[in-house]
């Protein structure tokens, strides 16, 4: 049996980890995990995703947000939790809570290829996600551009806590209509993104199949267009992109 970790994110106010990845079950598919651990290693809970069926569902990446919700985003090829698949893979988007219990899985699907490559979390119940989608170009079915999500449109409700010397509300997730907005962006494939303070989200990624011209660009919380950075020309790729707190964006790539 294989086991593949794809993605991990840590959640400071309650010193745990969250990986990500996915596994060979015993009919030789893949299916998506979910993993808490504890700074030492000890693993809290494991989770498991899958569609029904023989097929491939993978776990891309994961973040979690100031609350402790867990977002997971990847790609999945059959009916994820009995969501009628489209075309070919698709892309997902999985919202836990703190203790496991799956809250609401959402997926993009149009009739040809989509895939969650990356995930980063705000922190009023929300997220910014951007992958690969092959329908950008209706002439060419193997064009492939990326698109930004955010998830912009969910019900944000703080539950009432009993008084303390330093109240906090507990805010309640959950989706509401028109869960997707997507802003595609010319070009050939995003993998990393990231979120600063002000809702600006930051994407970097290649113009060429695989390895050609290597851009960092800028999106605001409406996603509209910002800026864009060349990261050189003809052989590099941005495969990630993080913020630190005074807001200063690193690229890493190859």
């Not at 930004?148 to 805010?171: C, D, I, K, W, Y």
């Not at 995003?190 to 050609?212: I, K, Q, R």
Request: with cysteine.
């Amino acid at each position: 049996v294989r086991e593949k970790a794809t993605g991990i994110a840590v959640d400071p106010n309650n010193q745990t980890l969250y990986i990500t990845g996915y596994y060979e079950n015993a009919a030789t598919d893949n299916d998506i995990f979910l993993m808490k651990m504890d700074l030492e290693g000890n693993q809290q809970w494991l989770r498991t995703l899958s569609s029904a069926g023989s097929f491939d569902d993978e776990g891309n990446s994961v973040a979690v947000d100031a609350y402790g919700h867990v977002y997971v985003t990847g790609r999945t090829i059959g009916s994820l939790e009995g969501i009628p698949p489209g075309g070919h893979y698709d892309q997902f988007f999985a919202h836990y809570d703190t203790s496991g219990n799956l809250q609401f899985v959402r997926t993009f699907a149009t009739d040809t290829q989509e895939e969650g490559y990356d995930i980063a979390a705000y922190g009023d119940c929300g997220a910014f996600i951007i992958g690969r989608n092959s329908s950008c170009d209706p002439s060419d079915p193997y064009a492939d551009c990326f698109h930004v999500m955010r998830e912009s449109s969910l019900n944000f409700t703080p539950t009432p806590v009993p008084p303390s010397p330093t109240p906090t509300p507990t805010p309640n997730c959950e989706p509401a209509e028109g869960f997707y907005a997507v802003n595609y962006v010319g070009g050939r494939t995003a993998y990393g993104v990231a979120v600063d303070s002000n809702l600006n989200s930051y994407v970097c990624g290649t113009d060429g199949l695989s390895v050609g011209d290597g851009f960092l660009a800028s999106y605001d919380e409406d996603k509209q267009f910002r800026w864009r950075l060349s990261l050189g020309t003809n052989t590099l790729v941005g495969t990630d992109v993080a913020r630190d707190d005074s807001d200063h964006i690193i690229v890493v790539g190859y």
